[in-house]
């Protein structure tokens, strides 16, 4: 729902120059844009561990597909970092 | 002493049918959302210093970025778009004895797609 107009902010505003680099930075800094960006992370993250394991077990490579600890796992320590670069600004 | 019982299944079982081969797209355009997010948590680190953030800004200006944006950008409008024709399948609603248009329901999401989407412009652009 989100992720293609973010794409399109990043993808298309900034390098049109639509966006300045003051603009950009200080809205990331917004403590708003950082808690709705540290929650969309988190849902992105999830949303790609759960879907991209289940694809891979689909895929006949059960093996890895089968480690749920690597998905979650990678998915909760993305979400950690962007918390942290969250509470760092 | 029990034991599992699988089912012996073709790796290639999803290119054999226009549907099975959607569904297998749609699980990888996960990927995509998976790299976006990268570039996502980069934004959030990179904030917090002007050196860095500029690094971060200039990558954006640039032509790779804007080559891997625009194919995030597709897959991700792929991964969008059979999101909203799934909608009326997963949201049965009855009004009475009738059944809701399931146009309705699609059409009633892509409007709520398009005024967010329009919503983030504005807030980003104004």
Redesign the interface.
């Known amino acids: 729902?989100?992720?293609?107009?973010?794409?399109?902010?990043?993808?298309?505003?900034?390098?049109a120059g639509?966006?300045s680099?003051e603009d950009?930075?200080s809205?990331?800094?917004n403590p708003a844009t950082?808690l709705v960006?540290?929650g969309?992370?988190f849902l992105?993250?999830f949303?790609?561990a759960h879907?991209?394991r289940?694809?891979l077990v689909?895929?006949?490579l059960g093996v890895v597909g089968k480690q749920a600890w690597l998905f979650y796992g990678t998915a909760l320590i993305?979400t950690i970092?962007?918390g942290l670069?969250?509470l760092?600004? | 002493m029990t034991r599992e019982v699988t089912r012996p299944?073709?790796?290639n079982?999803?290119l054999k049918k226009a549907a099975y081969f959607q569904f297998?797209m749609r699980?990888?355009t996960?990927?995509a959302?998976?790299a976006?997010?990268?570039?996502?948590?980069w934004?959030?680190?990179s904030?917090?210093e002007?050196g860095a953030?500029?690094t971060f800004?200039t990558f954006?200006?640039?032509s790779l970025?804007?080559w891997?944006?625009?194919v995030?950008?597709g897959l991700?409008?792929y991964?969008?778009g059979t999101w909203i024709a799934l909608t009326p399948k997963v949201t049965v609603l009855w009004k009475d004895d009738e059944r809701v248009d399931p146009d309705l329901i699609a059409g009633a999401t892509s409007i709520?797609?398009l005024m967010?989407?329009g919503a983030?412009?504005w807030l980003?652009?104004m």
């Open positions: 729902m989100l992720l293609p107009v973010m794409v399109f902010v990043t993808g298309v505003a900034v390098p639509w966006i680099e950009l930075v809205l990331v800094r950082r960006l540290v969309l992370v992105f993250l949303h790609w879907r991209f289940y694809a689909d895929l006949g993305g970092v962007a670069a969250a760092r600004l | 299944l073709p790796w079982w999803w297998m699980e990888l996960s990927v959302i998976f976006y997010t990268l570039l996502v948590i934004a959030l680190w904030a917090a002007v953030f500029s800004y954006l200006s640039g970025s804007v891997l944006h625009m995030i950008l991700a409008l991964h969008t709520l797609f967010i989407s983030v412009i980003v652009l």
